[in-house]
């Protein structure tokens, strides 16, 4: 598994490691997941479903330096889907918790920028640029990598999830990691 990933699976490990130490998960019992007792029948909206995100961002970053960990059809996807809704469940995010997307913002230069690097397509780039806007807005500052573990994300949860799982790690688990560093003027 390349680097990147390890880093992200990394910072959401140790988010989730801090819930079950800080008695949100029982730690002697494995995780219990209630089935939806109706059949599955729409795909989460999440880019890994979207057969636009495979056309136009197949050449993407987030894909092309995680070793191609994914790719369109491939069986791997859903059980990346759904430990990602455990993770929405494990860290105790309220699936109906307010999500509302600023609209008419500027795009900042550095959102602008990190999305480019990320993402080839148009729609994943505003996507990405919206989330971070928000959460820049939120959390009252920024740093770089907030951007990657958003992406990561967006991979396999729609976006007002992976809202709601950032909220919930920067707010309860690892506070205020995405700070910006200190820096001298």
Not at 25 to 54: C, G, H, I, S
């Amino acid at each position: 598994m390349a680097l990147p990933v390890m880093l992200v699976g990394g910072t959401i490990a140790m988010a989730l490691g801090a819930a079950r130490h800080f008695g949100t998960a029982n730690e002697t019992e494995p995780l219990q997941v209630e089935e939806e007792k109706q059949e599955k029948t729409v795909k989460p909206k999440n880019l890994l479903y979207d057969e636009a995100f495979w056309r136009l961002d197949k050449d993407a970053v987030i894909i092309q330096k995680n070793c191609k960990m994914f790719s369109p059809g491939d069986k791997e996807i859903e059980k990346a889907v759904d430990r990602a809704q455990k993770w929405l469940v494990l860290a105790g995010v309220d699936p109906e918790e307010e999500v509302i997307f600023i609209e008419g913002a500027e795009d900042e230069r550095i959102f602008v920028k990190d999305a480019e690097r990320t993402f080839v397509s148009e729609k994943s780039r505003k996507t990405l640029i919206k989330i971070l806007t928000l959460l820049k807005s939120e959390f009252g500052d920024y740093q770089q990598s907030l951007s990657f573990v958003a992406s990561f994300l967006m991979l396999t949860l729609d976006e007002k999830d992976v809202v709601r799982l950032l909220r919930k790690i920067n707010y309860e688990y690892i506070r205020n990691h995405w700070k910006g560093a200190a820096t001298r003027a």
